[in-house]
Structures are given as structure tokens and as C-alpha cells.
């Protein structure tokens, strides 16, 4: 199977991932993670308290935000803030980002705090919910590395590693980490979440066209399962790990 | 693989599925669908009008809003109305019965009209978004059948059926049709929606304890392509086609 | 004096009232109430809370709330929730509702515990605040119940009963219980709520068209107290009292 | 029958009535209306457009806003735009206003113009409501003198007078015009707002603590048409008709 | 230099100032105060509560909120209440008015409440906010007095004195407390608010038109220090100082 | 006069200044400004509309909003767009910033354009509204030598420059260009926006503990003037001009 990526990449391809930390100095983990021309900020926040339903249980809790600059795409979007309120599209990524990094974590070692991940897009470029899942797990790692140093934690509340790549039928042909241009092109979209144990933590696929089939979700799992691979390798090098 | 569901079902059981059309008087469609004790009143509005980006464009448009009513639930829940803003949930599961049932329509041959597909929870008993799907699509062929008996339209702009179930890993075992004692005890949770070619719509799978592994996403995908069968027996037999 | 219904009726002629409990399971008292094509859901639910003005008094509180399926009407109206307000309508009936049922209950025999009705409206045909607090009084009195065979109360704080009815003059003749095609034509609509003593709990008149002089409101409250003596019937068959 | 009243007034006899024309210099109309300590500023502002619904008709509007000073109260309220919304309590009052005084509106010798009254309370003491429709005919009939003495209109549109009170009963006993110190003590409270030919415009009765009966109602309203016909005394000579 | 001022007045001329105590009842404080024709009503509130971040701190808190009535204004601007929100202007200068009081507060002396200046423009021809911060001042200190005669705090922690003016370039010329009229057509605007030690508290200056150079501000600033003299001398008197 | 800064600088010294354009690639203009730790993203986005107030009038519009990323200061600060609005701090500063770069602009020479600077703080350490406007300025041009690139405007609609510095009073001595560790402790904060021929387009000084005296002003003012010439020259030199 042969398609022209507009990217020039073979289907298999994903763009070049850059991971770098302590990006900003004041939040306790601070991560740009760059997807090709997708450039996501992820900040971890570390706040003694939780939220009203887990008090006094002597668990922490993980959460996310996520926002997009106005100009990070390429026509301007309305500033929420100024709008009064987050769309959907806004409340669905972040609803992901903070369900799927809670799957690596281990709540009673974190005690009774909460670390929020704010992933903020600086520049869109197609799968930008995907790389914030992965800068925000180095970010995490980051935080808890920070209570640990102060020996405020004393076991790693973070077991295995999440990471997260688009996968999609872009002219016929599954391909892999999806930019804008086939983003808004493609038949079919998918969005893998797997563990470093090859688990799978979310799976969502959309059909933008025509229904997808069996054998077409098998290769796009496929694809998705090499792509994270690379994902991991990322985030060990950029931990030091 | 033996489990003892809350409900006393076999895994590959769905609860008993019935699909009321009529239920209401002023609405084109108006379906209450029922999967066991979960109740969904799913109306079809058609509206001479299209959202501003289509405007002029000689398309129509398909969309739904979803609601549960505050004691829908165990306990009370606060009226989204009254608290002045929809939920991240409600924005997410309305968004993809929209989505699902736009997958079935030719936009072209609907005109510019505007068909509302609100879906709300009379009783919540789990599953209620795949209900809404199931129910909303037969309530969106009543809306159709209606404008094309005041010959309003010529073309059927409804192509194939659209069904949805859940399926999850409940105790080990995959089981059909979670209902909420499953739903709120279950590792894996996932929602799948599919059309009557035995295509995917949508797919979106959430691990909730551990990360599912591919063995078990295989037998999820057959459990529900079984389940979304007697769906569209169903809602067949309910609009005597 | 004759005039034509558009139903058929006579002017003294109520539509057909049902009433129908433990409509859904979830809630501690749960009542459809048809005032004929006017179907209002109403649950009532028990927390064991009460508000901040009212905390460690001892005494408990009822209140309302009030909502529409966006299209229970003869067209769709937006859904509130998205808007992201009630409307001032919206918020004068439930509040409507709460005060008239707090005139039948003894807060301090409740205890610090809160009844929420909610009135949620199916299926509008005119009269939807009066079949409301008609059948909101039924769902208290089953939650009372409940309540008491939980042995949680000793007291019965309900005493007497509340009904409502609407009247109004239309083309020129005073007419019991208005439907929507009266309702939209008529010169003068009145909402009266009552106790099973004859005593008034609220009166609301409103001149339509012209103003409406004594001898028109005399005659009105005659056929107001005729209706609400049938629905005092109505509540007792249902309640098996 | 004899009470004590807190202010040492007989129980029908209504407190100072003042209506001060021209009180700010923008608005068309600007009357500061006080019912003894209640003192209410009502605007009139004409513009020439008209809400959608009535858009190309040829028909004007008439409608009315209602605020209120967050120090006009005995303890401060909050001010309604810092909370982000208006309440219950505000909505229902200005509808009650804008119906009121469309009722002496021939709508269509307005033209399409719309005059709102805003009715803002500077110093509450009971009865802002019926001050408020008191002062705002006022203010509404120096506006369209405006109109006519620009010669943008040549019929009158105001036909007859609105002028509204309330009644309740007080410690047993029947009394006009309720302050504060009654409102918050009586057992029935209600407002009425008559037309100068004596009709009702609008009766809005509530059992604050026990049911009110038959007769009650009729002194009520006997006292109510008294201090009505005050109220078209004082609102002529302020206007020198 | 010279200019033809729309109100006649010479350069150096303020409008005609009145400050009016006790304009309504309720609050500890409350002033009207005009600047010739803009009148704003400034209310003082105490209350025994500190916001959160003081809480248990033992100082207190001085904060003030601004509104405009509907039609204080030549054309009716939209009332916030109803739009949902308070825009930009009203923030801003509310959040002046708060900072310029604290200014001569001594919080610890004030104990653990909150003083709440509402400021409510009636009517506006310019310098509503230098007008509200001259007249919240006044408030202010019948408050504390009202306080003092209550024994409840024993310190005055009012220090000093604060009054606003503002200035501006009309027509090449500075000139002092500017009216609508020179507002909405001067080159420069600037509010200044000083102390009775001649110490500056607040400067604030725009170049509508061209900038302004620093001869200009040296002339604006003596004009502003003559001007405030005069509110001071106004402030005394009310007071009976 | 000497005063030991937390940085070690000396009361005259400016913090490194850093613009870079080009910081993103989807924006007309897109610079990143760096006063210190101070960095802030600043975007000009170009659209082919005005707001309602200006259409049909040929003239454009520049406009500003200002967001800071919730990580961006030592402790989070919550989102505004999850709390559904923007801050009184917020609302003041981005207009602050639209004012000014509108004094630059020759809204003819625009055309029916609109101009909007988005700047969004990734990092705070004090000064933040001073560094956006400098680099909002070199954000404009950018975008405006875009628009006459494309040949859509033919006159340069820019003139001049515009940039802004904050000085204080810290510990007794006149600094110029706070930082974080300066701001929360000074006496005295003053924004002064400049524009490159020597006059001053908003002076914005407050009290923060005693009031300032003519003296201090002057020797602030002094400052100032010396710091926008350094970033006049930065402006130049990242410009190529």
C-alpha cells in the first residue's frame, strides 16, 4: 500500500517527536512536546488538597485542563475566557488527558494531593490531544520526582508509562500520527492510549466517512502499537531513564 | 467463561430492548426506547433552518442534544438548567449521537433543514448514550418519513441503520449490555456504534481498572457486533419495515 | 352562557386527569400527572440536607424545580441548560411550586432534611404549572411515606392537601381548566391553588386581552373550586386514602 | 376590626404617596415614585427598533427591567450583575411590570418603537412592585408626550391608567399598603394592579402563612380599589391631566 | 491661554459640587454626590466577615462595587444585571475605588469586617468614577463613625483624606474636571487622586488623540492638586469636620 | 542613592530583553518577548472584519486580549475559561494594551480590517502588561509588512512606536523595571507607555503602601523615559529597521 502523505512521510512514519523539559520555572514539572509542528506545553501542578469527594481518604487525585493559544491555528479561534465558557471539543480532551494518565498512577502513595496537568497548545498542528498525553506523563513524573526529592512522598505513585498517537485511513491507506492536513482529509480517525506493558487504556475511533472495518482496525492497532513504541523510547530519553 | 451478572444474564445477553414510537404528540419523531430499566425519550424536530456555516450550501444538517432528568439517576443530580451549564459528560455524549447519526444521512438530499435529535433520560439504569443512539435513529426516520409524506423532500436521506451498545470486561468476563451495577464495578468499559453493513461508526473504550489487551478488545468487538444485530431486528420491527 | 370549545367541552368541563405513581423507580415518590395532553413528570426527592439559611433549626424544607423537554411543545424551544439559564418563566412557575406545597407541610416534623420536586414537562397541552403542583403533591406524599416506613420520621408533616386548576374567560364566557388553544385566545387566564379546606394559597389572574371586572372573577373562582374539588377526588383515588 | 398597625396608620389608609417628575435629565420619562419610605426611580427610554419577533409589523413594544440598589435593603443583597444573573424574585417582577402596562398600550399608534422602564429601587420599605408600576405609567406617558411633541407619533398610544397596590392581612386584619415591617409578618399578601375603568389588569394573591377564604378575598380587593383610585389622583395631578 | 469651555467655565473652574449625607436610610453610610450634573449614589455597608484570604488574620477588608442605572446615560446602555456580566469599564473603575479607599484605612483598626462601598451612577455627565471616590470617602467615614458610636471599634481607622479629579487637554488647553461634553472630544483624560498630605494615591493618563508631553502633564497636575483642594474643603463640611 | 534589588541590578538597570519573531508559524505576526523571566507570546492576527460599531466606515480596528497560561506564576492560578470569566486584572490590562497600540495606527490606512494581539503570558515574573505591549508592537508590524506583502494595503496605517516599562519605588529608592520579587514588595508601581517621539501615550501609577510625592514622580518619570529608549532600540534592532 502506497499513499502521498502531504508530509512526504511513508504510512508507517510518525513526524519527529521532541520532548524538553523544565521548559517553564515555576510549576513543579514543565514539558514542551513537539508532535512535527504540533507544540504542546505541559505543566504539572502540585497542590495539597483534593477535591471535595476524596477528602479525608488519604488519596491524591490527577487532573488535567487543556486550552489552545487563539492563533495556535491557522485562523484565529475565540479566546474561551472571553467566550465564558469551554466547548466540548475542550472539556472531551481534557476529560481524556486526566482519566488516562490516572491509569498510571497509584493514588494512595500520592496522599492527599492533587497534581494538575495544564496542557496548553502553542501551535496546532493535528494530534494535539495525543502529544499532550505524552508530554503530560513526563510532566507527572517530573512533579513526582520534585515531592520525592523533598521526601514529601516516600513510594513512586507512577507504575508503567502512558503515551497516546492518532491513527487513521488517510486515502485508502492506515497511516500513522496523523498532521492537519490528513486530520482533515481522512476517512477514518483513531486515538490509541496504551501502557508500556502494551495494554490498551483508550481506544477512540471515529469514522469522518465511510464506516471502518475489521481488518481496517487491525492495521490501524497495529500502526498505533509501533508509533507508541517510539513514544516510549522518547520519554526514557528525555528522563533519563 | 461463567460470571454471575448482577442481573442474573448470561454474558452474551442484552436486557430486554423495547422501542416505542409515537410516545409523544407534537414532536416529527418521537421514540421512547427502553434497554431494561434505562428509558430514554428521543424526539426528532425539524427546523427550516441550518446552522450560519452551512448556510446557502443546499445542505441540511443533523444534530442532538442530550439531557437527564435530575432523579433520572440513584441519587439526585443537580439540573444542569438551574447550575447554568452542561457538563463535560453531556457536551461528550451529545456530541457523538450527532455525530453517529449524521454517518447515516445524505446532507444533501435533507435540504436545507435542520433535524434535532434530543435524547433524554427519563431513568438511568446504565448505557443510556447507546439507547440514545439506538432510539434517536428511529425517531430520525420518523422525522424523514414525515417530510416525505408532505413531499417536502423526494430522495430517503437516510441511508442503513445506526445501533449502539456497550460491552465490558465485568469480573474477568466480557460481558453485553452493561447495565449500572456492571458499568460502576467494570475494568473496561466500551461503547461501540455501528451500521447496518457491520461497519464501525465509532469506538471508544476506556480501560477502568487495568489496560485491556487485544484478546480482549477481539472478544469485546464480537460480543457487540451480536448485541447491535438484535438492535436493528429491533428497531426494524419497530418501524415495520 | 355557551361557547365553543375547541375541545368539545362544556365550560365547567375539566379534561380528563390521570395519575399515575411510581412512574420511574429511582425517586422516593415519582407521579405522572396528565391534565389530558398535558404530561408532567414529578419526582420527589429526599436529601438530608437543607439549606445554608436553615442549618441547625431543626426544620426541614421543600422546594421545586421546573423544566421543559425542549420539545414538548407544538415547536422545539431551546433547551435551558445549553442556553445556560432558566429562563424568568421557568424560574416564576417552580418557584410557584415550592411555595404552594410549603403551605401544606409542618417543616419542623420533616427535620433538617430536603424534598426537591421536581415537575419535568413531557408532553405540554396548556395547564402545565397546575397539573404540576397537582401531581408534585402526590410525589410529596409518597415520599413522606417512605420516609415514615423508614421509620425516619414520626410525625406526618403533610396536613391538608393542594391542588391547582387554570381558569379563564374565553370568547367572552368563563371556562374551566384551559387547553393550549384556549389558553393562547383567551381574554383573561387565572391560576388558583387551593387547600382541601377551600382556602386560597395563591391566586394569579392576568388580563389578556381587557381588563376583567368583578362579576368575572367571582365567576371564575366558582369554576375554579369545582375543578380542584375533583382533583382533591383525583389525588385520594391515587393515593388510596 | 382594629390592629396596630407598625406604622400607626388605620388599615386602609395607604401611606404618602409622591411622584416626582423629571428626576434624571437623559430619559424620555423620569419619575422617582415613593410610596412613603419606598422610593423607586422609573425611566422611560425610547428606541426605534423592536425585538425580533415583532420586526416589519408595524407594532411597537413596550417593556420593563427592575433592579434594585444592593443597599436599598435593611442588610445588603448582593448586586445581581457581579453574580452573573438575574434572580427569581427580579424576573418575576419585571414581567409583572411590562405586562401591566402593555395593557394600556395600543401598540400599533406606537410604531415600531420600543419604551422600556427601568424601574430601579433606590430605598425599599415593601410594595417596590406596585411603587414601580405606579411610577413607570407615569414615566411612560412623559415619553410619548415626548413622541408626540417631536410629532414622531399623532395618535395616543396610551389608553386609560394602570396605578397597582397591595393588600394584606395583618394580624387578622385587612390592610392596604403594605411597609417592610407588615410584608414580613402578614399572612396573606397580595398585589393588585387595576385600570382606571375599574377592570383588573393583574391579582396575584399568596397564603404566606394560613389559607385565605371567600371573604377575606372580597375585603381585600375592597381595600385594594381604594387605594387605587389614590393612585390615579396622585399619578393625574403629577402629570397636570 | 483660553478656551471656550461647552459649559462656560474658565480652565481652572470645577463644576458645582454637592455632597448629601444620609440620602437614604439603610446604609451606615450613604452619599449623593454631584459634580454638577452627574449625580452617583455611594452607599456604605458594614458586615462582620472578611473575605477568605483574611480570614482569622484580625484585619479587616475595604472594597467598593460600581454600577451605572440603565439610563443614567444619554442613550440606554444595556443593563449588566441582565447581560450576565459587568464589563470591563465597571471592573476597572470598581477596582480603583477599592484600591483608593484602602489608601487611607488602617486595616488592623477596622477588625475582622468589610466595608462595601457601592457606588450607583443616577445620572452621568462625566467623571462618574472621580465623583464616586470623593463621595465613597464621606460614606466611608459615617460608617466608621456609625461603628465608633456602637462601641465597636475603638481606633478610627480612617487616616487622612482621599478625593479624585480629573483633568484633560480640550482643545489645546488643560483644563479641570471635565464634563461629558469635553470628554468625549479632549486629547488627554486623566484621573487623579490624592491624599490631604498632597500625596499622590493615583494617577491615571491617557492620550485619546495625540501623546502628551511632560509640560502637559506638569500643567494637568496642578490643575488636579487646586481642584482637590476644593473637594476636600467639600468633604469638611459635609462631615462637619 | 543605593538599594540592594533581589536581582542584584542597579536601580537604573533593565532587566535582558529579549524579541524574537516568528515564535509560531500560523500568525500573521508572532513574537516571543522575554523581559527577564518575563515571557510572553504575543500574536497578531489579521481578519477581513470590524466590529458592528464600525462597519461601513472604512476604517479597521486593533484590538487586544491578554490570557496568562495557569502555570505561568509561582502558585496556579485557575483558568479563566473554566471559570467562566475573564478577571476584573485581565479585562483592565488587555485593554490597556489595545489602547495604547491603537495610538500608533492610522485606522484609515487599515482598512476595514480588524487586528487582533493576543498576548498569553508563559511566564510571569512582574512587568507582564509592559512586555506585551512592546512586543504586541512588533507583533503589529509584522502583521501589517504581511498585509503589504499581499499588496492589500498600500500606506503604512503605522506610525511610530510604541513601548512600556514599569518603575516603583522600592525600599525608598526609584527602580526601573520591576521585577516579581520588586512588584509584591514596592511602594509605588507605575506603567508608563511611551511613544518613540518622547510623549507619553498612558501613565498608570498607584500607591501601593504610602502615597508619592511630586518629587518621586519626576525621578520615576526620569527612569522610565531612559528604559522605553533601550526598548525602542530592541523593537529596531529585532525589526531589521
Known sequence: MTVARPSGRTPEQMRR????????????????????????????????????????????????EYGMLPRATHTRSDREAAR??????????????????RACVDRSALGERTITLDCDVLQADGGTRTAAITGAYVAL????????????ITRD???GAVAAVSVGIYKG?????????????????MNVVMND?????????TAE????????????????????RQLFDAQRAALGA
Chains 1, 2, 3, 4, 5, 6 share one sequence.
Open 173 to 189: 491507506v492506515p497511516v500513522l500520527d496523523l498532521d492537519y492536513a490528513e486530520d482533515s482529509a481522512c476517512d477514518t480517525d
Open 84 to 101: 465564558g465558557k469551554q466547548g466540548g471539543r475542550t472539556l472531551e480532551i481534557q476529560r481524556l488527558i486526566g482519566r488516562t494518565l
Open 17 to 64: 517527536v521532541r520532548i524538553e523539559r523544565a521548559f517553564t520555572r515555576h510549576a513543579e514539572g514543565s514539558v514542551l512536546v513537539c508532535f512535527g509542528e504540533t507544540r504542546v506545553l505541559c505543566t504539572a501542578s502540585v497542590e495539597n488538597r483534593v477535591p471535595a469527594f476524596l477528602r479525608g481518604k488519604g488519596e491524591g487525585w490527577v487532573t488535567a
Open 209 to 228: 466517512g465511510h464506516a471502518f472495518r475489521r481488518e481496517e482496525l487491525d492495521a490501524l492497532l497495529g500502526l498505533a502499537d509501533q508509533g507508541i
Open 157 to 159: 505513585p507512577v507504575f
Open 141 to 152: 513524573v517530573d512533579a513526582v520526582r520534585w515531592l520525592r526529592g523533598r521526601r514529601e
Open 197 to 205: 506493558g502494551g495494554g490498551f487504556i483508550e481506544l477512540q475511533g
